[in-house]
């Protein structure tokens, strides 16, 4: 190697990169010493920034573009190093290339349910996923807030902390958005937006912007969902004694498609079989709704029994029937003074309307008798 070969190898000409990955944040341009060739030719391409370190200080910042290296393109570190306009020698600094494109399809998710009042349910638990993108808006403000002197930052470096900030913000937005459960997933779009403007202050700060941010699922706990299906269903299914014979129905194909099973599946179908015909028996053709049962016939009448009061003296007691045979012998007259279980005192029994009647089998006496 000639002593020009040397020195040519010896300083840099040229200062790009071109990133081969999607996920690298800032990456440093690795030279032995730090050597760089007065007047050496700088690339900086669309969706990138080159940030110049000089002996520990932040210098210039270069949006896209080529640039030769001098002093009137250089001006912070021609004023930190106080060169003239006769410059010519190389110089060391350390350079970082910051991507400032979008880095998508970012997970965020609550680690733990988020407590919250709905108007309608009462206390329940909330739990939300979604994706968001960010982009570098001030790079030196990246390089001295998070990178310092990390060669080659990731994404995956920032958005731990970044999932974090979100979560806390989404966990006070969705507590205080005064919505019903039922209706968060109509408004996924507006509470991104909330979300996304109570995070976006505090990613300022690390020189950071977030472009776009999404609530893919609010979702409550298993149990619940399950309490909502079963509520869901019984809106759905409508007649439960259309419902139980379908249900009866599909038991029935689901036996006899067991395998090896033929006799069971026979003798639960018939079972079930037997019960839908009980059913049905009892609805009435074609579903209809069952009629309402026959009234009961009303109980027997009471069967009173009589005493009799003659002469100072009570005889009996007596049925009625026999009370009738009386009357036929004339040993019960109209006068004859009667008594039985709840009635009021004696009474003639001409009196009695239950006795009354006997005495119109045989006529009256006749007058004057």
Not at 227 to 237: E, Q
Not at 242 to 258: D, G, L, P, V
Not at 339 to 365: C, H, N, S
Request: charged content about 20%; overall charge negative; aromatic content about 10%.
């Amino acid at each position: 190697m000639g002593i020009f070969d040397f020195l040519s190898g010896e300083f840099i000409d040229v200062i790009h990169w071109t990133d081969n990955t999607r996920d690298t944040m800032v990456w440093r341009f690795e030279r032995e010493g730090h050597a760089i060739k007065y007047g050496a030719k700088l690339t900086v391409r669309e969706g990138q920034a080159a940030v110049f370190v000089h002996e520990g200080q932040l210098a210039d910042v270069f949006t896209p573009g080529l640039y030769m290296l001098e002093t009137n393109n250089m001006p912070v570190m021609t004023t930190l190093q106080h060169w003239d306009h006769g410059f010519r020698s190389p110089f060391k600094s350390e350079v970082y290339f910051v991507a400032t494109r979008r880095f998508t399809d970012l997970k965020w998710g609550t680690k733990n349910p988020i407590m919250c009042r709905d108007p309608e349910f009462g206390p329940v638990r909330l739990r939300a996923y979604g994706t968001y993108t960010i982009r570098i808006s001030n790079p030196s403000l990246f390089m001295t807030e998070i990178v310092g002197t990390d060669g080659e930052f990731t994404a995956d470096e920032i958005t731990y902390q970044i999932r974090n900030i979100i979560v806390t913000k989404a966990s006070a937005a969705l507590a205080g958005s005064n919505l019903p459960v039922l209706d968060m997933a109509a408004n996924t779009g507006d509470l991104g937006k909330l979300i996304a403007a109570q995070v976006s202050p505090q990613l300022a700060e690390y020189g950071l912007e977030m472009p776009e941010f999404y609530v893919e699922n609010i979702s409550l706990p298993a149990a619940v969902e399950d309490a909502l299906d079963k509520r869901t269903s019984m809106g759905i299914v409508g007649d439960l004694g259309r419902y139980t014979q379908f249900s009866a129905a599909e038991a029935m194909s689901k036996a006899a498609e067991q395998p090896g099973g033929g006799g069971m599946g026979a003798g639960i179908g018939a079972g079930l079989g037997m019960a839908m015909g009980s059913q049905m028996a009892r609805q009435g053709p074609w579903g209809a709704a069952p009629q309402a049962p026959a009234a009961p016939p009303p109980p027997p009448p009471v069967e009173h029994v009589w005493h009799i009061a003659e002469n100072g003296e009570t005889h009996g007691p007596y049925s009625k029937a026999r009370l009738g045979r009386m009357v036929t012998e004339n040993k019960l007259g109209r006068d004859t003074h009667v008594w039985t279980a709840g009635q009021d005192g004696w009474k003639r029994a001409e009196d009695v309307a239950e006795l009354a009647q006997l005495f119109t089998v045989m006529p009256p006496p006749p007058p004057g008798s």
